[in-house]
């Protein structure tokens, strides 16, 4: 849980510092406003993402995940069916939000 708690502050932390360049164009930035927002946001967050993907792909061997040689199509759909079923409702909650 650590490991993403800091990847998300720092994301959150890079977005915080992008804003006011971006929306009011301080040094070499142009004033953007609202769509410099967005740039300063989906810029952090998909940094962000980025990096958790990388540091999941490093350790995957830490998380337990196995890769067999050969997958049945059963076990695989039964496993996205049980990702799906647990994060839907987070899903939701942050498209509510």
Known sequence: TRSPMRVLSAAFLLNACLDPLVIFGVGPWPGLGVSGAAIASVTARGGGSLVLGWLLWRRHDQLG????????????????????RIGITSGDAGLLF
């Open 65 to 84: 995940i196995r890769w067999p040689a050969r997958l049945a199509f059963r076990t695989v759909r039964r496993t996205w069916l049980a990702l799906l």
